[in-house]
C-alpha cells in the first residue's frame, strides 16, 4: 500500500511546483499582472490538493462516505461488475472545490480493483457513470460483506489514483486514493444496510456516517 502524504496529496506536487514556476518566472520578467494571476493559480492548485486529517466515527458498523461532495443518486440495482448481487448504489459528485482524496468506508480487505478505461464525460450524468474512465475497489468486510467503491473521472478530472492493491487490509478512513479536477464516487452497498443519507446531502470524507452494516 503507497502511503500519500498531508496536508498535501503527494499527486499535487507537479501541478503545485510548475505552477509557482510559472509565476516565479513571470515575475522575474516583470510581468506584475500576470504574476499575481498565476499566483492566484498557484493557490488554488494548492488548496484543490489539500489532505487535511479527519477523524472518523467508531462504531463498529459504520459506514462513512469516501468522498467530500454531494450525493446525487440513491437506487437499488443488481450490480454485475463488483459484488454480483443486489445493492445500493449511491452516488457522490465532487466538485473542483472539494477535498479530492478518497477514504475507505469501512474496514475490510481488499479482493479486487479493476480498473476501466474510457470517456470523460461530465461525471453526474448516467452517461457518464456509465462510460467514464473508473477504477473500483471491491471491499470484504469482517462479516464477510462486499462493498465496492468506484472511482469514476469527469469531464475534467484526466487522471484516477489508486494506491490500493489487492490485499491491502484497509482501516475505516484510510486514504485509498483520489482523482484530479473533479468526479465522483459510487458505492454499491447490501441492502441491508441501514442508510443515513438522503440525495442532495453534503457529505465529508471519512466522517459522515452514510450508514451501518446490521
Known sequence: MKKPQVPVALEGYPFIGFAALVTLVLAILGY????????????FVLYFFRDPERICPDDEDVLVSPADGKVILIEKIFDDKFVNEHVYKVSIFMNVFNVHVNRAPCPGTVTQVRYFSGMFFSADTERGALENEACG???ETMGNRKIAVVQVAGLIARRIVCWAEKGDRLLRGERFGLIRFGSRVDLYLPQQIQ????????????????????
Open 195 to 214: 442508510l443515513e443519507v438522503t440525495v442532495g446531502q453534503k457529505v465529508r470524507a471519512g466522517e459522515t456516517v452514510l450508514g451501518y452494516l446490521s
Open 32 to 43: 506584475d499582472f500576470s504574476a499575481l494571476l498565476n499566483l492566484f493559480v498557484t493557490a
Open 137 to 139: 475497489l471491491t471491499i
